[in-house]
């Protein structure tokens, strides 16, 4: 999933703790193998590079993940958006290139996004999918490592550790604490973003906690910091110096929303939050010169 995964255990037993350690990137391992776009032997390389026509069987993950990213699609009124690959492929290219996508080709792979581009059913195993358009990609980049962090959680607290946290770069799973510390901590820092720089202490204890910005990945151009993150309704990468820390009941969640929240305006994020009491976020974003600030919820920081 393009990211380092890391597995911190507070236990009695290294040896035990070590065996779930491995149960738990075992289990990252089968993900990935379902999700990644990087490694051509995963379902989702596979399923971009033959635009299947007719229905397939995909594994479990790759089901729950679709039927996931539906829903919180609609629920952010399309700013999450997992049909995108064509588009970020287009814009990965043009980092590698160090130039701008043209028009035209973000005209044409616009013309392939959309959950209308694809036909899923997961109402039984196994799951099917096909593509209704012919170029439509798959890119779980805003979803995967949430999802991914919560499932390895889950093997930690079934093998007997409940006081685990698992990170994947900018995605957190958090069970109980330490048993010397009232709660997990970490430091999450860089000078360049959220105005005069992001330097948060992330207090939390079972929790799921997902940032995103353009501290993370992103092209320079003429003078211009082009994020990482794609409009999936323009097709253009965000230049609004975006950066976002979330909190949610689940990691996908979090993982998609902090993606979504980049890419909505200030104020739909605020009607969102009101709707959402179990989610909660702070949110940097520039308004012309001025980096606006917007925090909602319970306090996660320091």
């Not at 971009?48 to 039927?67: C, Q, R, Y």
């Not at 991914?148 to 995605?171: C, M, R, T, Y």
């Not at 069970?175 to 709660?183: E, F, G, R, Y």
Request: charged residues 25%; aromatic residues 10%.
């Amino acid at each position: 999933m393009g990211t380092i995964f890391n597995i911190t255990i507070d236990g009695p037993d290294s040896l035990t703790a070590r065996k779930a350690a491995y149960k738990a990137f075992a289990r990252i391992d089968q993900i990935n193998l379902a999700l990644s776009d990087y490694s051509e032997q995963s379902e989702t390389w596979q399923l971009n590079a033959t635009s299947p026509a007719n229905w397939v069987a995909v594994s479990e993950d790759l089901g729950e993940v679709l039927k996931m990213s539906k829903a919180i699609s609609e629920q952010t009124f399309g700013a999450f958006d997992p049909t995108i690959g064509a588009l970020v492929q287009l814009w990965r290219r043009a980092k590698r290139k160090n130039e701008l996508p043209g028009q035209r080709q973000i005209e044409e792979a616009l013309a392939v996004n959309g959950f209308d581009a694809i036909v899923f059913d997961t109402t039984r195993l196994p799951f099917k999918i096909k593509y209704i358009k012919k170029g439509m990609k798959l890119d779980f980049g805003g979803i995967g490592k949430g999802y991914a962090v919560e499932e390895a959680l889950k093997v930690l607290k079934a093998e007997g550790f409940a006081h685990s946290f698992v990170s994947a770069g900018s995605s957190i799973a958090a069970a109980d604490a330490p048993a010397s510390k009232p709660t997990w901590e970490f430091l999450l820092e860089d000078k360049n973003s959220g105005g005069p720089g992001i330097n948060e202490l992330i207090k939390c204890t079972n929790c799921f906690i997902a940032s995103s910005g353009d501290i993370y990945q992103y092209l320079e151009f003429g003078g211009r910091k082009y994020s990482h993150i794609i409009d999936p309704e323009t097709g253009e990468a965000l230049t609004n110096g975006a950066f976002v820390i979330v909190t949610a009941p689940s990691g996908a969640q979090a993982d998609a929303y902090a993606t979504a929240f980049c890419v909505m305006e200030m104020e739909e994020i605020r009607r969102f939050l009101e709707r959402n009491s179990d989610v909660s976020a702070m949110v940097w974003k520039k308004n012309g010169e001025v980096m606006e600030q917007l925090t909602f919820g319970q306090s996660f920081v320091n």
